[in-house]
C-alpha cells in the first residue's frame, strides 16, 4: 500500500505489530486503533517536536493535580466530549418518549456514600438566594410500565456559588445531596434547589486548554440523578433546566434533548415556588437492549 | 453527511465547532484533529466507559510519577512510538548518504549543564565490565562539505548496568557524559564503553502499557549525540551498535538505517579493544532543508 504522506511507510505497521501473542484481543484492538489514530493526527498535522511535549506537559499537570476529590484527566477528555461520546456509546438507546431514561455522565461529584433520606425531606441547608423547588417522580419498568417500588433515586447538585458540597468548606456535608427510597407506587418527593450554571475547576490544564480554545467553563444548569434497583439496570443520568443559557454549549458536552427539563411555578407551597416533576424509565436487569 | 456509526452524526461537529474566535489558528488546527481522531477511535472501537476510565487513571498515574528527573509522559508516547514520529515530522531529511545525519529523540536522560572534556578524555569512572572504545570522527558543513572546527559534541550513554549517572547513585556525577569542542580539523575523539541494551523504566504506567501489550522493555545499546554550532542547526541523534539484538524491535521505535555504527576491533591502544568512527554532517542555520 502506498503512502499518502513523505514519512516511513513501515512506521506505524511496525509499532503495532510489535504487540507480542499474550495480548488480549480487546486491548489489540485498542492500542492498534489508538496507535493508528494518534501517528495519523501526528503526520496528517506535521506536529512537531515542540507541540507533542507541550501536551506531554499537560497530561503530567493533570495527573499532579488530581486526586481523591478530584480527577483533572477525566475533566481534560471532558471538555473535548469523550466522556459524554463514551456515555452514548456505553449505554446507546433510543431517545425518544418510548425509549428508557437516557443516560448522561458521572461527573467528578458523586459520592459513593450519600446520606439516605426520607421521602418529603430537604437537601438543601443554608442556601439563601436560591429558587426552591419540589422536585417528584415515579421510577417504572420500562417494559411493563410498572412502578418499581423500593427503587433507590440518588440526586446531587452544586450550591449557587457553583461548588459541590465537598468542593465547599463553607456547605455542611452531604448539602443538596441524598439517597431516596421510592413507596409502593415506585414514587419519590423532596425539595431542593433550582440549579444553577456553574464553571467546571479552570485553574489546571483543562481550564489551560478552555482558554486557549476560545471556550468558557460553564456547565448548564442541571441535577444529577443515579437510579438503582437489584433487578435493573443502573441509570446515571443528569438533568438540564430548559431556560438555561448554556443548554447548547455545555463546556462537557452532556446535554440531550430528552434530558432538558420545566421547573413550573407551584402554588399553595411554603416550602417551594417551582416544581419539577422527573419520572424515570429503568430496563430490567436481564434486558439485553444496547447490546452490551 | 450520513453517518457510518449508529451515534448522533453531530456530535463531534459540535465539540469542534465549540472553539471560540480567539482560537490560534495552528491551535485550532490541532485540537480539531486530534477531536476528530479521538472520537474517531471511541467510536469505531465502541470505547467503553470503564475502558476509558482505565486510560485516564493511566494518565493520571503518568503525571503522578513525573519529576525533574522523570517524564512518565514522555515515556508513554516513546513505547507508542509517538517521539520518534514527531522527531521525524519536524527534522524530516532523506537518510541517504547524501544526506545531513539523521535525527533520533533526546530521550529524558539529557543534562542542559553536562560537564566540558578535553579532545582525548575519558568518560568512563567505576564500570570494570565494559568493552573500552575509541570513538572519534569529524564534523563537516554538510553543504560545502568542509570541517566545523569550534563545534560541539555532546555525548551521553548508560553504565552497563543500564542506568544513567543521574539515575544511579553509585556511578560519579558525569560519568559517561562529556561535552567535546572539534579542533581545527572539525575533529573530536574520547574514550567511552561499548554501550550494551537496557531497559526504559518499567515500574509505572509505560511499563504496564508495555506488558499489557506483551512488550519488552529494552532499547538496543545506543550513544546519545547533540552536536551544535553557532551558525549551523542543532542535531540530535543517536547512534545504534549494529550487533545488538534489539535493533529491530527498539521499545521507543528510534533506530533508523543510518544510525547504525559498526565497533570495530582497535590495536596497540592499552585503553581501548574496540574503535567507533562517528562523522557528523551539519546544516547550515540559514538553510532551509526540511521545511520548517
Redesign the interface.
Known sequence: MAADH???PT??D??VN???????PR?????S???R?????????????????AG??M????????DEKR????L??DV???????????Y?VAADADAPTATAILGPFFRADTIARQNGDCLVTGVDDCEMTFMHGQVVDFTTKKPIPGAFVEVWQASTNGLYEQQDPDQVEHNLRGKFRTDENGRYWFYCIRPTPYPVPDDGPAGKLLE????HPFRPAHIHILATHDKYKPLVTQIFDRKDQYLT?DSV?AVKDSLIVDFVPRKDDPKASLELEYNVKLVPAEANTNG?
Not at 499537570?61 to 488530581?66: D, L, N, P, V
Not at 473535548?80 to 456505553?90: A, F, H, M, P, Q
Open positions: 513523505p514519512y516511513d512506521f506505524t511496525r509499532v510489535a504487540m507480542g501473542p499474550k495480548t488480549s486491548l489489540r484492538q485498542l492500542m486503533g489508538l496507535i489514530h494518534i501517528h495519523d493526527f501526528a503526520r496528517e498535522n506535521e506536529l512537531t517536536v515542540d507541540e507533542w511535549m506531554v506537559q497530561i503530567n499537570w493533570a495527573g499532579r493535580m488530581s480527577n483533572e484527566g477525566q481534560l477528555c473535548i466530549g469523550l466522556e459524554s461520546l463514551v456515555d452514548e456509546i456505553t446507546k486557549l480554545m476560545d471556550r454549549n458536552f452490551a
